[in-house]
């Protein structure tokens, strides 16, 4: 029996060389997708890009087009734009968008977490298949490793189907919200890796004021951090709870506010008492506890 003929995978043009717009456009070309352009605020950040995107497909004959964000009306023809610029930016570059005309309507989505489909509106209403692609997954480069992610997509029938098929190929998996959702959808990505991360940094200026470096204190709570994520990849977080407020300590309690009073580390000690009551909370402990938080 002859083989079934591939579907051939869209051409690709990417208008934001961001972290994360460098990022799929690498990717995706290592995967067979044809990126036919790249376009950034300024040419040399476009140039940059693809040069990346074309070592990483060794491709040939030119390559990829690097176009300033000035040059967005000469984009040539493609299946699937992705549009992976600040989200104060989408509506302005689907205006200019609105002025490509090609032969056949194609896909438009973007990689806003909190923007629903909706701000490529100018762009359904000309006919283009719109939807929405964003990425469960910390990027804090161009080069950083996206397979396995979770993908949030939304958006019309054809720009799902599309989006889907660029999750699969890049080993992740999709899922949907209501598109009135997003921003706190959103919102909670932001709580876990955002605000995580900020909570770190508290923590460091933490053991910084006891008294050990900054270098020192990152590379000892490193440990216990990840320890924390591999308890959460079995448990609910109440089972996955452990330490003080797990075990209702009060007197610790008591000392650590004393600490974090004494210390003047108001950002920390804020914390501490508005996460120790949802910890409380999770734990199921008595209410004198949270009275003693509440100060």
């Known amino acids: 029996m002859p083989d079934r003929k591939r579907k051939r995978k869209p051409t690709v043009s990417i208008i934001g060389t961001g972290r994360l717009g460098t990022t799929l456009a690498t990717a995706l070309s290592t995967k067979g997708y044809e990126i036919r352009s790249l376009v950034a605020r300024r040419a040399h950040s476009a140039r940059k890009a693809a ?26 023809q493609a299946d699937l734009f992705l549009i992976s610029v600040p ?24 990689t806003s977490g909190a923007l629903s489909s909706d701000v490529l509106d100018p762009l359904r209403k000309k006919g283009w298949h719109t939807g929405s ?8 480069d ?6 396995g992610a979770f993908w949030c997509v939304e958006g019309d029938t054809c720009a799902v189907r599309t989006a889907k098929m660029i999750v699969r190929d890049l080993a992740g998996e999709s899922f949907s919200i209501r598109s009135a959702e997003k921003p706190l959808y959103h919102a909670a990505a932001v709580m876990t890796s955002g605000n995580v991360t900020a ?8 053991l910084v004021a006891s008294g ?3 270098k020192t204190a990152r590379r ?22 452990t330490g003080t407020f797990s075990r209702g300590d009060v007197e610790t309690v008591k000392r650590h506010l004393a600490a974090l009073q004494k210390s003047g580390l108001t950002d920390a000690l ?4 508005l996460l120790g009551k949802r910890s409380l909370k999770m734990a199921k402990k008595p209410e004198r506890i949270t009275q003693i938080l509440n100060g």
Do not use: C, W
Not at 65 to 72: D, G, K, V
Not at 221 to 239: I, M, R
Not at 270 to 273: T, V
């Open 51 to 76: 040069t990346l995107v074309n070592s990483a497909a060794a491709l040939r004959d030119g390559g990829v087009a690097a176009l300033a964000a000035a040059q967005i009306r000469s984009l040539p």
């Open 87 to 110: 989200d104060d930016q989408i509506a302005g570059v689907a205006a200019e968008l609105t002025n490509l005309h090609f032969d056949h309507p194609p896909v438009a989505l973007h």
């Open 133 to 140: 692609l964003h990425p469960l997954i910390s990027v804090s």
């Open 142 to 147: 161009a080069r950083s490793p996206i397979r």
């Open 199 to 206: 909570l770190f940094d508290v923590a460091l200026e933490m």
């Open 212 to 214: 050990l470096t900054r």
């Open 220 to 241: 000892i709570l490193q440990p216990l951090l990840v320890s924390t994520v591999q308890n959460l990849e079995t448990k609910d977080p109440a089972q996955a709870l």
């Open 270 to 273: 804020e914390l501490y008492r």
